[in-house]
């Protein structure tokens, strides 16, 4: 009987010690949007770069990451091809802030920042505005409101 | 000068600080006010939605939702976000993904982007406020405001630095221009000082040598009747008689300088008194050759000094003899509020490089005369009130154009050839 309590109680204690692994859940979103309470940044090898239409309209320019540590996959969504100037290419490694979220399997980054040999490339404002949206005066919707900087040295 | 620019420019600088520095505040409070009014307004937003909401998710989110779909058709909203506990159900977006909110945000905002400003509203709605919704406004128009308040700001800035470049340089022009007639009329004194002084003491040498000139003279008129007719000494006796002339008139010339020059006007007749010139220097323009034309144009009657006049016409017939010139032409007329006396002459004209200095005492660039015929010249017409021009410099068409006021001398008025004293 004793043994049996002692066992229940070894169960108890580290069930306790591993619950916040099963308590934490990673942000799953049905709609994407910059959220900014996950902003995170990784380093990672990009292992593929592909033209995607992330939202209506545009083909984006998509990152395909594996993180260093955890050897996780994550999709990296940049921003529309005309204001994409990087030269990146496969193997190499950069660093990428951005808000993140899982969308069904895929870890999903909308970049703020690249970090690439040395330079920081910025895509989104620190609330997440877009800023291939430029600062042109807001008419309308569906573009047209002018191109912006493009991702330049910040 | 950089102390007069100051004095001017700084009160200008000072006032348009200060309507900057009014402007500044008012935008700000006209700014604060206007986020005040608008933030206001927002709570009724907030409770239309919000009793919008709480309607339609009666009739199940998809009513919802698509009443949702027919608001984002407003071009005036850029966002429009619904959080059902805690999860994004529903987003329409201008900008890719742009939803600057955080779930458990509940109050309105008006937020800055790189494309103007954004109002905020949120609504809560639903049993325990399960639902959340966020539609981010176009608040451009304040951005407007505020451009169209920069823009104004601008051309008034433009407009004063233009005002103050202008200042500067009409102020520098006007003391350049002040400071050259300043420079001018001292110059003008000294030489009027240096002249008197030198007058002066010419006249004095002259008075000096006036009194042994006519003692000369009558001894010489004693010596006279003892020469023959026949004799040879005939020649050397009117030599010697036109020397002493000579002499008296160069004493008679240095006197006249340092004597003051009153006009006495008298009403004359033109044509008269051209007639008379002319007699005066037929002899000289006969054994010369010299054609000597005077034409009265449009003018019988003039009130002037005779004399300074004859002395006038004299001096600058004189002078185009002395020129070498074998016509020469004076011409009358009336030019505006100008009696005008031009004289023509073909001689050989005057070189560009001392035309300026034709005016001065004692220059001249013949070999006969002593430079003083011009000069005197222009001290009588300064005491008629008039001037001397020297209109072409031209070898073989010499002008020189003499002006008088009509009304210079006593208010007395020219009278034309139409208005003649019948």
Same mark, same amino acid.
């Given at each position: 009987?004793?043994?049996?309590?002692?066992?229940?109680?070894?169960?108890?204690?580290?069930?306790?010690?591993?619950?916040?692994?099963?308590?934490?859940?990673?942000?799953?979103?049905?709609?994407?949007?910059?959220?900014?309470?996950?902003?995170?940044?990784?380093?990672?090898?990009?292992?593929?770069?592909?033209?995607? /239409?992330?939202?209506?309209?545009?083909?984006?320019?998509?990152?395909?990451?594996?993180?260093?540590?955890?050897?996780?996959?994550?999709?990296?969504?940049?921003?529309?091809?005309?204001?994409?100037?990087?030269?990146?290419?496969?193997?190499?490694?950069?660093?990428?802030?951005?808000?993140?979220?899982?969308?069904?399997?895929? +870890?999903?980054?909308?970049?703020?920042?690249?970090?690439?040999?040395?330079?920081?490339?910025?895509?989104?404002?620190?609330?997440?505005?877009?800023?291939?949206?430029? $600062?042109?005066?807001?008419?309308? &919707?569906?573009?047209?409101?002018?191109?912006?900087?493009?991702?330049?040295?910040? | 000068?950089?102390?007069?620019?100051?004095?001017?420019?700084?009160?200008?600088?000072?006032?348009?600080?200060?309507?900057?520095?009014?402007? #500044?505040?008012? &935008? $700000? /409070?006209?700014?604060?006010?206007?986020?005040?009014?608008?933030?206001?307004?927002?709570?009724?937003?907030?409770?239309?939605?919000?009793?919008?909401?709480?309607?339609?998710?009666?009739?199940?989110?998809?009513?919802?939702?698509?009443?949702?779909?027919?608001?984002?058709?407003?071009?005036?909203? =850029?966002?429009?976000?619904?959080?059902?506990?805690?999860? #994004?159900?529903?987003?329409?977006?201008?900008?890719?993904?742009?939803?600057?909110?955080?779930?458990?945000?509940?109050?309105?905002?008006?937020?800055?982007?790189?494309?103007?400003?954004?109002?905020?509203?949120?609504?809560? %709605?639903?049993?325990?406020?399960?639902?959340?919704?966020?539609?981010?406004?176009?608040?451009?128009?304040?951005?407007?405001?505020?451009?169209?308040?920069?823009?104004?700001?601008?051309?008034?800035?433009?407009?004063?630095?233009?005002?103050?470049? %202008?200042?500067?340089?009409?102020?520098?022009?006007?003391?350049?221009? %002040?400071?050259?007639? /300043?420079?001018?009329?001292?110059?003008?004194?000294?030489?009027?000082?240096?002249?008197?002084?030198?007058?002066?003491?010419?006249?004095?040498?002259? =008075?000096?040598?006036?009194?042994?000139?006519?003692?000369?003279?009558?001894?010489?008129?004693? @010596?006279?009747?003892?020469?023959?007719?026949?004799?040879?000494?005939?020649?050397?006796?009117?030599?010697?008689?036109?020397?002493?002339?000579?002499?008296?008139?160069?004493?008679?010339?240095?006197?006249? @300088?340092? $004597?003051?020059?009153?006009?006495?006007? +008298?009403?004359?007749?033109? /044509?008269?008194?051209?007639?008379? %010139?002319?007699?005066?220097?037929?002899?000289?323009?006969?054994?010369?050759?010299?054609?000597?034309?005077?034409?009265?144009?449009?003018?019988?009657?003039? +009130?002037?000094?005779?004399?300074?006049? $004859?002395?006038?016409? #004299?001096?600058?017939?004189?002078?185009?003899?002395?020129?070498?010139?074998?016509?020469?032409?004076?011409?009358?007329?009336?030019?505006?509020?100008?009696?005008?006396?031009?004289?023509?002459?073909?001689?050989?004209?005057?070189?560009?490089?001392?035309?300026?200095?034709?005016?001065?005492?004692?220059?001249?660039?013949?070999?006969?005369?002593?430079?003083?015929?011009?000069?005197?010249?222009?001290?009588?017409?300064?005491?008629?009130?008039?001037?001397? &021009?020297?209109?072409?410099?031209?070898?073989?068409?010499?002008?020189?154009?003499?002006?008088?006021?009509?009304?210079?001398?006593?208010?007395?008025?020219?009278?034309?050839?139409?208005?003649? +004293?019948?």
């Amino acid at each position: 009987m004793k043994m049996k309590l002692r066992f229940f109680l070894w169960i108890c204690v580290i069930f306790t010690l591993i619950s916040p692994v099963f308590l934490y859940s990673e942000p799953k979103e049905a709609i994407k949007y910059f959220r900014l309470d996950t902003i995170i940044k990784i380093t990672g090898e990009i292992t593929d770069i592909k033209d995607e /239409e992330c939202y209506t309209g545009e083909n984006f320019k998509v990152l395909y990451l594996k993180e260093q540590n955890s050897e996780r996959q994550y999709k990296v969504e940049v921003s529309p091809n005309w204001f994409y100037e990087l030269k990146l290419k496969k193997g190499k490694t950069v660093e990428v802030t951005g808000s993140y979220f899982l969308q069904g399997d895929d +870890h999903i980054i909308m970049t703020q920042t690249i970090e690439y040999e040395k330079k920081s490339y910025r895509f989104r404002d620190d609330f997440g505005f877009p800023l291939w949206r430029g $600062k042109g005066k807001m008419k309308g &919707r569906g573009g047209g409101f002018g191109k912006g900087r493009r991702g330049g040295r910040f | 000068m950089k102390k007069r620019i100051l004095l001017l420019v700084v009160p200008l600088v000072l006032v348009f600080l200060l309507f900057l520095f009014n402007n #500044l505040l008012n &935008r $700000k /409070e006209i700014k604060s006010n206007f986020e005040e009014i608008t933030l206001n307004e927002g709570i009724t937003i907030r409770n239309l939605m919000e009793t919008t909401g709480l309607y339609l998710t009666t009739q199940g989110d998809e009513k919802l939702t698509q009443f949702l779909d027919g608001l984002y058709k407003n071009e005036s909203i =850029h966002y429009i976000g619904l959080f059902k506990e805690g999860q #994004l159900i529903y987003l329409l977006s201008d900008f890719e993904g742009y939803l600057p909110v955080t779930p458990s945000q509940t109050w309105n905002r008006i937020m800055d982007t790189p494309v103007g400003k954004i109002f905020q509203v949120s609504a809560l %709605f639903g049993e325990k406020s399960k639902y959340r919704l966020f539609i981010g406004f176009d608040f451009d128009f304040l951005s407007l405001f505020e451009g169209n308040a920069s823009r104004n700001l601008l051309y008034i800035a433009g407009l004063f630095s233009v005002m103050i470049f %202008f200042i500067i340089i009409l102020m520098l022009y006007f003391d350049k221009k %002040f400071f050259r007639k /300043e420079l001018e009329l001292v110059k003008e004194k000294e030489e009027k000082e240096r002249f008197k002084e030198l007058s002066l003491l010419t006249s004095e040498i002259a =008075h000096e040598i006036k009194n042994p000139l006519n003692s000369i003279y009558l001894s010489f008129n004693a @010596l006279e009747k003892y020469i023959q007719p026949e004799d040879d000494a005939v020649y050397y006796r009117d030599a010697i008689k036109n020397e002493i002339k000579r002499i008296n008139g160069i004493i008679q010339s240095y006197s006249e @300088l340092s $004597k003051e020059i009153r006009p006495d006007i +008298h009403e004359i007749h033109v /044509e008269e008194f051209s007639r008379e %010139f002319n007699l005066l220097l037929e002899e000289e323009t006969m054994r010369r050759g010299i054609h000597l034309e005077i034409i009265p144009e449009n003018l019988e009657y003039v +009130h002037t000094d005779p004399n300074l006049l $004859k002395q006038i016409l #004299l001096n600058m017939v004189k002078n185009s003899m002395e020129a070498g010139a074998t016509v020469i032409g004076v011409r009358w007329f009336l030019q505006k509020n100008f009696m005008a006396i031009e004289v023509r002459d073909n001689g050989s004209g005057i070189n560009e490089t001392v035309a300026e200095s034709i005016f001065k005492p004692y220059f001249s660039t013949k070999t006969v005369g002593m430079g003083l015929g011009l000069h005197i010249t222009r001290r009588l017409l300064q005491a008629l009130k008039g001037e001397i &021009r020297l209109i072409s410099s031209r070898p073989g068409n010499t002008v020189f154009r003499v002006l008088v006021p009509c009304k210079g001398v006593n208010g007395r008025v020219f009278s034309k050839r139409s208005e003649s +004293h019948e």
